[in-house]
């Protein structure tokens, strides 16, 4: 019953690999989705965001104005850890709920949680082995900015607001190779597919 971090910097590859080990039969918990969850209208989170930085934050509809937010935490260091502050914590949460239910599905389960930002705020307890996507930040910049319409200077920003790559590699006990085609990275999961299952 592994339970595997998975993580890599802004447009490693992340999701490819994740959903790859899906389909290979991993149980899959997706940190942002749990994001999005701990933010929902009438959450505790959301009222917590909105009294550290203001009404500005939430759409006409109740929900989290995510640009907006992005905007203002993006680039300050100070803000963006006062946000880690108040959602990281209901995430953690959660996701060790996610985590229990799926072991008590079934034991022998091999669970992945899809943590982009575990160097940031989970480090290295609790997983038995740390996958991290990787690819060199200026791939990563050029993915931005031919598949999300970023500027040079918006994906630069992305890129710095997390973990240098050095401190991801760090943790790794697997490093799947993400700067090559799609079928280089899914021959490298396979593999560590393999070896999990051993």
């Known amino acids: ?110 669970v992945v949680y899809d943590v982009p930002l575990l160097a940031e705020a989970r480090g290295g307890g609790e997983w038995d082995r740390i996958v991290v996507a990787h690819a060199p930040a200026a791939v990563r910049a050029q993915r931005l900015i031919a598949l999300r319409g970023l500027t040079p200077a918006e994906a630069a920003a992305r890129i710095d607001a997390q973990a240098p790559d050095e401190t991801r590699l760090a943790l790794a006990d697997d490093v799947i190779d993400t700067a090559g085609t799609i079928d280089r990275t899914l021959a490298q999961v396979d593999a560590l597919w393999s070896r999990l299952r051993d």
């Open 1 to 110: 019953m592994p339970l595997i971090a998975l993580t890599g910097g802004i447009a490693s590859g992340k999701s490819t690999i994740a959903r790859r080990l899906s389909e290979l039969g991993a149980v899959v918990v997706d940190a942002d989705a749990l994001v999005r969850e701990v933010q929902e209208p009438g959450s505790p989170v959301l009222e917590e965001i909105v009294a550290a930085f203001g009404d500005e934050m939430i759409r006409a509809d109740g929900s989290l104005d995510r640009a907006a937010l992005g905007a203002v935490v993006f680039g300050d260091a100070q803000a963006r850890g006062r946000l880690n502050a108040i959602v990281h914590p209901a995430v953690r949460d959660e996701s060790q709920r996610r985590f229990a239910a799926a072991f008590a599905d079934d034991p022998d389960a091999v």
